[in-house]
C-alpha cells in the first residue's frame, strides 16, 4: 500500500519525539545525579520508538498489502479476511513491544538493581498477554470489521461505540479477572491503617474499596500504589515495596493522595477525555478512509498504526491535565493532616525509584505526568503555611 504521505506524518512524529528526547538526554547528562540510570532508560525509550516507526513505516510501504494477499491465499473473503489483517497487526506489533520490554528489563533495570523477574517470569507474562490480545483482538476485529461492512460512513460511530464499551469493561475489569493474572493481592494487614482510611474517606464523602497490596517486589523494586477500578471493582493498591521504603505515617500520606484522585473522580474525568478525543480521532480517519475507499481491514489497521503520531497532537494537554490532579491529590492530603508526611514520602520515593528531580521543560510539557518534585513540595509547604496562619486553627480532615 503506497501511502508517502501519512509515511512523511510517521517521520515528522518521529523527528519530533527525536528532538526532545535529545533535549532531555542533554539536559540529564548536565543536571542529574541519577544521569546514568536516567539517560538510559531515555535512550532505551527513544530506541523504541524508532523502532516502532520503522514497523509503521514498513507496513505502509508494504506490509499490509503482504499481509492481505498472504490471507486472500488462504481462502479468507469479506469480514474475515479484514478481520484477519487488523488481528495480524496487532500480534505482530505487541511481539515487537514485548521485545523492546524485554531490552528496557534486561538493558537498564536489571543493569541497575531494579529489575527482580526472572526470564522465565517475562516469558510466562508475555504468552498471558499475547493469549489476552489473541482472544480480545479477534473479537474486536471481528466487531469493527463487521460494522464497517456497511461503509465508513456509516460504520464509524458503531466502531468508536465498540472502543468505548472495550475501555469501559476493561478499566471495570482489569481489577478482579485481569491483573490477578500477573501478581497476587491481598488485604493490607495493617487493621490501624485500614481504620484510618476508611474514616478519612467517610468524611470527606469519598468510596474508597479494599486496601490492597501487590507483590511488586516479584518484578522490579520500583515503590508506587495506584487506584484502579470502576464502581465494585475501585481499590487503592500498594506495592509491598513501600514497605522497606517509607514509615508507617508516610505510606498513610501516600494513600491519602490516592484517595484524593478517588474524591476528585479524576480516572473517571480522564477516561471520558480520552474517549472523546478518540472518538473525534477515529471519525476524521473515517473520512479519510471513506474517501479514499479503503477496505475496513487495512483502514482499521493504519487507524490503530497511526494514532500514537495523532495522540502527539494532545498529549501535551493529556499531560498537563493530570498534572493538574496530582496537584490536587497532594491538596486533599495536605488538607488530612499528611502533608509533611506526603513531602517525605515524594523526596524517598523519588530517590529509591532513581527518578529524575529536574527535566527539560519542553520534554516535560509534552511527556510528564507529574509535576516537578520541587514544585509538589513548595505547594505543600505553601498550603501547610496557610493552614497555620487561620485564625480559628484547623483540624485536619481525617486525623482521629
Known amino acids: 500500500m503506497n501511502l508517502p504521505l501519512l509515511g512523511i506524518v510517521v517521520i515528522g512524529g518521529l523527528l519530533w519525539q527525536l528532538w526532545l528526547y535529545g533535549r532531555e538526554i542533554r539536559f540529564q547528562w548536565r543536571r542529574s545525579a541519577m544521569a546514568n540510570y536516567s539517560v538510559r532508560r531515555l535512550q532505551v525509550t527513544l530506541l523504541g520508538l524508532i523502532i516502532e516507526a520503522l514497523f509503521v513505516l514498513l507496513m505502509l510501504a508494504a506490509g499490509l498489502d503482504g499481509l492481505n494477499r498472504l490471507w486472500l491465499e488462504t481462502g479468507l473473503h469479506g469480514w474475515l479476511l479484514n478481520g484477519a489483517v487488523l488481528l495480524s497487526i496487532l500480534m505482530l506489533q505487541a511481539a515487537m513491544q514485548r521485545g523492546i520490554a524485554l531490552l528496557r528489563v534486561w538493558g537498564v533495570e536489571r543493569r541497575f538493581g531494579y529489575a527482580c523477574q526472572s526470564l522465565g517470569g517475562f516469558f510466562r507474562d508475555t504468552l498471558i498477554k499475547g493469549g489476552l490480545l489473541l482472544l480480545c483482538g479477534a473479537l474486536l476485529a471481528a466487531a469493527a470489521t463487521g460494522l464497517l461492512e456497511t461503509g465508513w460512513q456509516r460504520g464509524w460511530w458503531g466502531v468508536a461505540l465498540l472502543w468505548a464499551g472495550f475501555v469501559w469493561a476493561r478499566s471495570s475489569l482489569w481489577p478482579t479477572l485481569i491483573a490477578p493474572l500477573f501478581n497476587r493481592y491481598r488485604l493490607y494487614d495493617d487493621a490501624g491503617l485500614e481504620y484510618r482510611v476508611q474514616a478519612m474517606a467517610l468524611q470527606a464523602g469519598v468510596r474508597v474499596g479494599p ?44 494513600v491519602a493522595h490516592e484517595v484524593g484522585h478517588l474524591g476528585g473522580r479524576h480516572l473517571g474525568l480522564y477516561q471520558l477525555c480520552t474517549l472523546f478525543v478518540a472518538t473525534v480521532w477515529i471519525g476524521l480517519f473515517s473520512w479519510l478512509a471513506a474517501t479514499l475507499a479503503w477496505a475496513p481491514g487495512s483502514g482499521l489497521a493504519l487507524l490503530w498504526l497511526l494514532s500514537p503520531t495523532a495522540a502527539l497532537l494532545v498529549k501535551p494537554l493529556f499531560a498537563h491535565m493530570i498534572r493538574g490532579f496530582e496537584h490536587q491529590a497532594d491538596a486533599f492530603a495536605e488538607a488530612c493532616g499528611y502533608g509533611d508526611a506526603l513531602a517525605c514520602a515524594l523526596l524517598k520515593l523519588t530517590r529509591h525509584n532513581g527518578a529524575a528531580t529536574e527535566s527539560d521543560p519542553w520534554f516535560s510539557r509534552v511527556y510528564h505526568s507529574h509535576p516537578r518534585l520541587a514544585d509538589r513540595l513548595q505547594r505543600l509547604r505553601e498550603a501547610a503555611a496557610r493552614r497555620a496562619a487561620e485564625p480559628f486553627g484547623h483540624t485536619p480532615l481525617g486525623v482521629y
Open 211 to 254: 486496601l490492597l497490596e501487590m507483590d511488586g517486589s516479584r518484578r522490579s523494586s520500583h515503590g508506587n500504589a495506584q487506584v484502579t477500578g470502576f464502581g465494585a471493582s475501585r481499590r487503592v493498591v500498594l506495592l509491598d515495596t513501600l514497605r522497606g521504603i517509607l514509615e508507617p505515617e508516610e505510606i498513610m500520606a501516600v
